[in-house]
């Protein structure tokens, strides 16, 4: 069974720390990708990535960055994490025909940042 | 930019009763359209897809979906639904303009069933 791993269920950090998500993937996907989940809102993508060391942002990245050293891994950083980047956060993944098959999703980090 | 909207944010309905969630979209182009399911407690699952041919589409679990190109419309359907449909449903397009294939996402309906 094909999967995304997020490293973390739920993670509580506080105002200013500095936050990494980690994110796998086991499937040799090209594309990778962030988006945070917040009601009445939907998803909405941070960062995405379409081979190692590349990097793009979407349509929310402020506040965020990302690092993609290895294919299978993709991690979202909060710089300097504020109350309103809580949030639920999921990573995603697909191949280079995304726009055919679509995206295979992680199980979600619940942030709570206080 | 390119948006997607779905009109109904919350749908109560009882089993047995008829489904159909509305979704539009802004792009003028060709477009691929998902129709996403997150159930309670678990990750985003794909319920179907459209990208050429038929327009009326069938996923999993007794879902369909017709793409309307004149309405820019990809309108999720299922004629008998069950309690354990009750999830959260999300639309979603990748414009085909080969630079790219960012999903985006329609602000999703919570599917209420009651027994």
């Known amino acids: 069974d094909v999967k995304v791993t997020q490293s973390s269920r739920y993670l509580v950090k506080r105002t200013g720390e500095k936050v990494f998500l980690e994110c796998v993937q086991d499937?040799?996907?090209?594309?990778m990708f962030w988006y945070r989940q917040d009601p009445g809102l939907g998803l909405r993508l941070i960062y995405f990535?379409?081979?190692?060391?590349?990097?793009e942002k979407g349509d929310i990245p402020e506040g965020y960055s990302v690092s993609r050293e290895k294919k299978e891994r993709f991690s979202l950083i909060l710089e300097s994490a504020s109350t309103n980047q809580t949030s639920m956060y999921l990573c995603?993944?697909?191949?280079?025909?995304?726009?055919?098959?679509?995206?295979?999703f992680g199980s979600g980090t619940r942030l709570t940042v206080v | 930019a390119q948006s997607v909207s779905q009109h109904n944010h919350h749908v109560i309905l009882s089993e047995a009763a008829s489904l159909e969630l509305g979704c539009n979209y802004s792009?003028?182009?060709?477009?691929?359209l998902f129709w996403y399911v997150q159930y309670p407690g678990q990750h985003l699952q794909l319920l179907l897809k459209?990208?050429?041919?038929?327009?009326l589409v069938k996923g999993i679990k007794g879902f369909e979906a017709e793409f309307i190109k004149s309405k820019f419309s990809f309108n999720l359907r299922k004629p008998s639904v069950q309690w354990s449909d009750t999830a959260e449903y999300f639309c979603?397009?990748?414009?085909?303009?080969?630079?790219?294939?960012?999903?985006?996402f329609g602000t999703g309906t919570q599917l209420k069933v009651e027994l």
């Open positions: 995603a993944s697909s191949t280079r025909q995304g726009e055919r098959y679509g995206y295979t």
């Open positions: 499937m040799d996907h090209e594309n």
């Open positions: 990535s379409y081979d190692v060391k590349m990097k």
């Open positions: 792009y003028g182009g060709t477009v691929n």
């Open positions: 459209y990208f050429s041919g038929d327009p």
């Open positions: 979603a397009v990748i414009p085909f303009t080969g630079g790219g294939n960012k999903l985006t």
